[in-house]
């Protein structure tokens, strides 16, 4: 099993761009979750989906971003444009089949530096 | 919605010590409670969870307890070593959803 997938592991962009953040959850999986971490905020949840379905998004930080799974092996955060406030390592998650106590799995995570 | 709160935020101790961390929730409906490590540059895994049909639970040098009535869980090190040093967050669970609620983290150091 390769586990979560996460590309790319580090970007540097300039504040204004659009940056896209890719994940490929575990095979099998059903549910995604993006995560945000600084020092500040710490492990922040923005969104998760359920089937490819957005159940969550209350912890998208503003319009700026936006978040797709347009299948069960492949799922993206887009934040446009981007501010240096944007900067900090964003992880994925997935888990199994739903019900109690299923273990999230965590990507390597991207850290994101907008400049 | 649901509410973790942690303690302390930072604890050091010496190696063979024990460490303790402590949590508490707000949602009585929490009945999952994972808790993950994470070191540094790495991203967080899980170590060990507990469910609310259970009062404790070991795993070697780790156990986790929890008590519903008063909503707060904790995690135990036993005999601690250097490796044991990383950041340490707890989280709680509703029964049917997926979403997690972590706490703010502990950051744990093992003095040689």
């Known amino acids: 099993d390769a586990g979560v997938i996460q590309s790319p592991r580090h970007e540097v962009t300039e504040m204004g761009q659009e940056v896209t953040l890719r994940c490929k959850p575990i095979?099998?999986?059903?549910?995604l979750f993006w995560y945000r971490q600084t020092m500040m905020r710490g492990l922040e949840l923005l969104i998760y989906?359920?089937?490819?379905?957005?159940?969550?998004d209350s912890g998208m930080p503003e319009d700026r971003f936006s978040a797709k799974m347009p299948n069960a092996s492949f799922s993206t955060l887009k934040i446009q444009p981007s501010e240096p406030r944007d900067s900090a390592v964003y992880f994925c998650a997935s888990s199994g089949r739903g019900g109690v106590g299923d273990t999230q799995y965590f990507g390597p995570g991207t850290r994101l530096t907008v400049l | 919605g649901e509410n973790v709160e942690q303690h302390p935020s930072t604890l050091s101790v010496q190696e063979g010590d024990s460490a303790v961390i402590k949590c508490t929730y707000s949602d009585s409906a929490s009945n999952y409670f994972p808790w993950y490590k994470q070191e540094l540059g790495k991203r967080p895994q899980l170590i060990i969870d507990i469910r609310s049909n259970v009062g404790e639970k070991k795993d070697q040098r780790i156990a986790v307890t929890l008590n519903k009535t008063a909503k707060h869980f904790s995690l135990h090190i036993t005999e601690t070593q250097p490796e044991d040093s990383a950041v340490y967050f707890c989280?709680?669970?509703?029964?049917?959803?997926?979403?997690?609620?972590f706490g703010t983290g502990t950051k744990l150091q093992v003095i040689p």
């Open positions: 095979s099998g999986h059903n549910s």
């Open positions: 989906f359920n089937n490819n379905v957005p159940i969550d």
């Open positions: 989280a709680a669970s509703i029964s049917s959803y997926q979403k997690v609620t």
